[in-house]
C-alpha cells in the first residue's frame, strides 16, 4: 500500500496542512505527518529526506512558510516527487516569499507546486501520482471527479 508523507516547518502550518490529510484519508491512504524544519532540525531534514523511500513513502507534501525552503531541501535529497504548499504565514510578505521559493527551483531538483495554501490540491495530486499505478486509488480518484461533476450540475440546475 502506498504511503503519503505531509510534513510542514512548523505547527504552525497545521491548520492549511490538515486539508491534505483529511483528503488522502478519504482516498483510503495511509499518511505520515510530522514536523520537519529545514532551518531548526537540518539533520532530521536530512534523515527524513534521504530515506523516505525506505520506509514505503511514494509521494511527498511538504508545506512551508516564510522562505520556504523545506519543499527544495527535500526535493534535492529525495528521490520521490515532491509537491509543494506555499503557506501565507505570519512571517510572510502576502504568501509570495512561500510561492516563489517554492516555485522557482533550480534545473534537476523540481517540485510540483500548488497554489497559496493549496494543500487539498496537494493532497489530490498526490493520490493523483499514486493512482497511476494503483488502480484501486485510481478508481477513487475517477469517482471523486464525477462527484465534482454532479456538484456543478447540481448547482446549475438549481439556477434555472
Known amino acids: 500500500m502506498s504511503k503519503v508523507a505531509i510534513i510542514m ?16 484519508k478519504q482516498f483510503n491512504i495511509e499518511v505520515e505527518v510530522d514536523i520537519v524544519s529545514a532551518h531548526r532540525t537540518p539533520e532530521k531534514l536530512f534523515d527524513f529526506s534521504k530515506n523516505a523511500h525506505t520506509r514505503g513513502i511514494s509521494v511527498i507534501i511538504a508545506g512551508a512558510g516564510g522562505a520556504a525552503h523545506l519543499p527544495g531541501m527535500v526535493a534535492s535529497m529525495s528521490p520521490l516527487p515532491v509537491i509543494g504548499v506555499p503557506v501565507k ?10 510561492v516563489l521559493s517554492i516555485l522557482q527551483m533550480p534545473g534537476g531538483v523540481p517540485v510540483a507546486t500548488v497554489a497559496l495554501n493549496g494543500a487539498k490540491n496537494a493532497g489530490i495530486l498526490a493520490a493523483q501520482i499514486i493512482g497511476s499505478h494503483d488502480k484501486k486509488v485510481l478508481e477513487t480518484i475517477i469517482a471523486y471527479k464525477e462527484e465534482l461533476k454532479a456538484a456543478v450540475n447540481k448547482a446549475a440546475e438549481g439556477l434555472k
Not at 516547518?9 to 488522502?24: K, N, R, W, Y
Not at 504565514?89 to 512561500?98: F, L, R, T
Open 9 to 24: 516547518g512548523s505547527i504552525s502550518d497545521m491548520p492549511v496542512m490538515q486539508d491534505a490529510i483529511d483528503i488522502l
Open 89 to 98: 504565514s505570519s512571517n510572510s510578505i502576502d504568501g509570495w516569499d512561500s
